[in-house]
């Protein structure tokens, strides 16, 4: 079965380096007003989990449009499909942007949601 993980801190495209952030499917997304900040994550299996199939990932909540996220760094967008995942680092960015006059109202209801297949 498999077993997605999200990592954070120093991460390297390709290796298994990286501060455990979560396994689950979902990530509680946070952020201040000002300038925009863009953080670095990876995802991968764990150990001897099976491969990660067809992995959509898709920012939801009621302030979404605060959230973007890419793959290069370069196109942003709320959904990015990546068609396989295994034990190695596939890096991801997430953007945040909270508008200065913005009511933050409650923005611990936004998240970068994980689904995807995996073997048996």
Request: charged letters at 20%.
């Amino acid at each position: 079965m498999s077993v997605l993980s999200i990592y954070g801190g120093d991460v390297t495209a390709g290796d298994a380096d990286g501060d455990l952030i979560t396994n689950e499917r979902k990530l509680a997304l946070k952020g201040l007003r000002g300038n925009p900040v863009t953080k670095i994550y990876a995802l991968r299996t764990l150990g001897t989990s099976t491969p990660a199939l067809v992995v959509k990932m898709d920012i939801i909540g009621p302030q979404k449009e605060w959230f973007t996220i890419s793959l290069d760094g370069a196109k942003w967008s709320n959904h990015l499909d990546v068609a396989y995942i295994k034990g190695e680092n596939v890096l991801f960015f997430i953007k945040c942007n909270v508008p200065e006059d913005a009511d933050y109202g409650n923005n611990l209801a936004n998240f970068l949601v994980l689904d995807y297949f995996g073997g048996v």
